[in-house]
């Protein structure tokens, strides 16, 4: 399936901006694969589009401190980061977590579950060596509910990275439970984690967010990108479907760029936004998936 133009009809519409929008999953270097900026250039390009917000993801590293420095830099918008459960800080290590919220500079914000190193998104992918798991037969293992408490007493987002739905179904049931306020799952319509419509419906009927991300409607067999051309294209025409059918409060939007070939996440957001608006998304639902529900979950002023 042919990817989706990069700006199409921009001319039609011009009501969108990116001051006050919030980048919640964005990569940039240093890493351990090539990036297309690092991570003052990421903020230098957000603050210059007066965004309110850009949140660091890495696979392998923590980005608090990160975060911290760029802040520093540029005060004027909020940068935040934190870490994800994969082998490189332990797995389902609940100190790497403690970690993130006690570094100072108070930028720690967000815990991902396992992503490459998730034994769900090896096998999708044809690894054959197993990854790690946080649940099994629909209850959370002691070491995730060791983070679970952490996240909790600690006031942290949950992103649900690549784990199963399945998994995904038992650690929202148990963050629930435990009061955990804020839960998203990770580029819901990937097909890692691959759930269904159904599934997505059940998940914000449990007070978990969906997030979108415009990194997977460039993905696909005819991808730029080579390690994109692995994954599935989800059309943005699909990611407008459901937020019709499901509700635009809950969702939130992102990008997931960083690759070299990819877009500049800058550019890349407007481009997704410019899409769903011509798709008949409205501006009030831009404005709620783009702004207020992301500084909800980051406890800012919406």
């Known amino acids: 399936m042919p990817n989706v133009p990069l700006l199409p009809a921009i001319e039609q519409v011009a009501t969108f901006t990116m001051e006050g929008t919030i980048e919640f999953h964005v990569h940039s270097a240093p890493d351990i694969v090539d990036r297309k900026f690092d991570d ?30 760029c802040h520093r830099l540029h005060p004027e918008i909020e940068v935040f980061g934190g870490v994800v459960l994969n082998e490189a800080v332990g797995g389902l290590n609940p100190k790497a977590v403690e970690v993130t919220a006690e570094t100072s500079g108070h930028r720690g914000k967000v815990v991902w579950l396992p992503t490459i190193d ?33 996240v909790r007493d600690r006031h942290l987002i949950l992103e649900t990275g690549h784990v199963s739905p399945e998994e995904i179904f038992a650690v929202v049931r148990r963050a629930v439970e ?25 998940l914000v009927k449990m ?10 409607a460039l993905m696909g067999e005819d ?13 943005v025409e699909a990611m407008a479907d459901a937020i019709r059918s499901i509700g635009a409060q809950h969702f939130i ?7 070299p070939d990819d877009p500049a996440p800058v550019e890349g957001y407007t481009a997704f936004v410019r899409q769903l608006q011509t798709l008949g998304i409205s501006d009030a639902d831009i404005d709620r998936m783009a702004r207020k529900n992301p500084s909800q979950l980051l406890g800012l002023s919406s």
């Open 207 to 216: 007070g978990a967010y969906l997030e979108l991300d415009y990194v997977n």
């Open 40 to 69: 003052f250039e990421l903020v230098d390009r957000a603050a210059a589009a007066k965004m309110k917000a850009v949140v660091l993801k890495n696979h392998v590293l923590p980005t608090v401190d990160r975060a911290v420095l």
């Open 223 to 235: 991808a730029i990108d080579p390690a994109h051309r692995q994954w599935q294209h989800v059309s």
């Open 253 to 259: 939007l992102s990008t997931d760029l960083g690759r």
């Open 118 to 150: 998730a034994d769900y998104h090896r096998r999708q992918f044809g690894r054959q060596t197993p990854g790690i798991r946080v649940a099994v037969e629909g209850r959370v293992l002691p070491e995730m509910e060791a983070v679970l408490q952490v």
């Open 178 to 202: 435990l009061g955990i306020e804020n839960v998203v799952i990770t580029h819901a319509m990937a097909e890692v984690p691959g759930l269904s419509r159904s599934q997505m419906q059940a």
